[in-house]
């Protein structure tokens, strides 16, 4: 029995070693910029009934793989897009912000979702092609957090806000009409982010513990528990980062928080387990595996569900 466990403990140890070292040399190029990204999302109200197009003027003349001259490529087919970059790329700004390229038409979504390295600081101009008139927010905007949401709200008439609140703004064809732009932080949809991941967590470490022996009711139950615990931990650190910092610290504080868990997790198995001769490996051993494992599935994700990984 012993020696059946042993050799279940060496192909499974084989296992995680051969995938980690398929996973770094065999992803393709679009993986070199993996993991987690800043965006800005922006919901609109008051243009139901309106066609018209967004995008952020931005302060710097590029950011990422965006900078000030780019429009759509030649394999872009909407005339739609083309007249609308054609016209942003056209705009002068009083302040001298930037058209650098991206676009959305937002006729029917509501919604500008910049999730590819936003700029730092910004002007929303929307464009309203079966009129050619522009309408942009009086006041700079900022990514004031790594995921950064804002609410505009375009109205005529007396509407009344705090002047905190206030963005007046005036189109290039004399067309009045107010802006109201609010911070709008999803914390609801972060809690459903939260909760995405420690599910995931969860599962994936209990396979890996299913495969280092640890299959006893008890054992199940305490890693999930000292999960629980380390993600709360981990995530809370992460939301801070997130909220104050910018993608360059908080991909840092991210690795760092990463080895700071499985230093935790590694001491708590040992500690926990250290007598249950039936456990195939050291918990250090299954501490690193189920860290590692969770960490490059995230990262893998982060690419299809940015959102959320």
Same mark, same amino acid.
């Given at each position: 029995?012993?020696?059946?466990?042993?050799? +279940?403990?060496?192909?499974?140890?084989?296992?995680?070693? /051969?995938?980690?070292?398929?996973?770094?040399?065999?992803? *393709?190029?679009?993986?070199?910029?993996?993991?987690?990204?800043? #965006?800005?999302?922006?919901?609109?109200?008051?243009?139901?009934?309106?066609? !018209?197009?967004?995008?952020?003027?931005?302060?710097?003349?590029?950011?990422?793989?965006?900078?000030? @001259?780019?429009?759509? @490529?030649?394999?872009?087919?909407?005339?739609?897009?083309?007249?609308?970059?054609?016209?942003?790329?056209?705009?002068?700004?009083? %302040?001298?912000?930037?058209?650098?390229? !991206?676009?959305?038409?937002? #006729? %029917?979504?509501?919604?500008?979702?910049?999730?590819?390295? *936003?700029?730092?600081?910004?002007?929303?101009? /929307?464009?309203?092609?079966?009129?050619?008139?522009?309408?942009?927010?009086?006041?700079?905007?900022?990514?004031?957090?790594? %995921?950064?949401?804002?609410?505009?709200?375009?109205?005529? @008439? %007396?509407?009344?806000?705090?002047?905190?609140?206030?963005?007046?703004?005036?189109?290039? #064809?004399?067309?009045?009409?107010?802006?109201?732009?609010?911070?709008?932080?999803?914390?609801?949809?972060? /809690?459903?982010?939260?909760?995405?991941?420690?599910?995931?967590? +969860?599962?994936?470490?209990?396979?890996?513990?299913?495969?280092? @022996?640890?299959?006893?009711?008890?054992?199940?139950?305490?890693?999930?528990?000292?999960?629980?615990?380390?993600? $709360?931990?981990?995530?809370?650190?992460?939301?801070?980062?997130? =909220?104050?910092?910018?993608?360059?610290?908080?991909?840092?504080? =991210?690795?760092?928080?990463?080895?700071?868990?499985?230093?935790?997790?590694?001491?708590?198995?040992?500690?926990?387990?250290?007598?249950?001769?039936?456990?195939?490996?050291? *918990?250090?051993?299954?501490?690193?595996?189920?860290? $590692?494992?969770?960490?490059?599935?995230?990262?893998?994700?982060?690419?299809?569900?940015?959102?959320?990984?």
């Amino acid at each position: 029995m012993c020696e059946r466990a042993a050799w +279940i403990q060496k192909k499974w140890m084989g296992f995680i070693l /051969l995938t980690t070292v398929l996973f770094f040399c065999i992803s *393709p190029a679009v993986f070199a910029d993996t993991g987690p990204k800043p #965006s800005v999302v922006i919901d609109f109200e008051g243009l139901e009934d309106e066609s !018209y197009y967004a995008t952020l003027l931005s302060e710097e003349e590029s950011t990422g793989p965006w900078s000030l @001259g780019d429009g759509p @490529g030649e394999w872009e087919e909407d005339e739609g897009i083309i007249e609308a970059s054609r016209a942003f790329s056209g705009y002068k700004d009083e %302040d001298g912000f930037h058209f650098i390229g !991206y676009l959305e038409n937002c #006729s %029917d979504s509501q919604q500008f979702v910049w999730g590819y390295y *936003p700029p730092q600081h910004f002007k929303i101009l /929307l464009y309203f092609p079966d009129t050619k008139e522009f309408l942009v927010s009086a006041q700079t905007c900022e990514r004031y957090a790594f %995921d950064s949401y804002y609410k505009v709200s375009v109205g005529g @008439g %007396d509407m009344q806000v705090p002047q905190e609140e206030e963005m007046a703004s005036e189109s290039a #064809s004399n067309r009045k009409a107010q802006v109201v732009v609010k911070r709008n932080y999803q914390y609801g949809w972060e /809690l459903v982010n939260f909760a995405a991941r420690v599910v995931l967590t +969860i599962l994936l470490e209990l396979l890996a513990a299913l495969a280092f @022996g640890y299959r006893r009711k008890w054992q199940l139950g305490f890693i999930m528990t000292v999960n629980v615990l380390t993600q $709360l931990f981990l995530n809370l650190a992460l939301n801070l980062g997130n =909220y104050y910092s910018g993608e360059r610290f908080f991909v840092f504080l =991210y690795v760092c928080l990463e080895l700071v868990v499985f230093g935790m997790e590694a001491a708590v198995y040992t500690w926990k387990f250290k007598k249950q001769p039936e456990t195939m490996g050291h *918990p250090v051993c299954y501490a690193l595996a189920a860290n $590692l494992l969770s960490f490059l599935a995230g990262m893998w994700l982060a690419d299809f569900i940015p959102g959320i990984f």
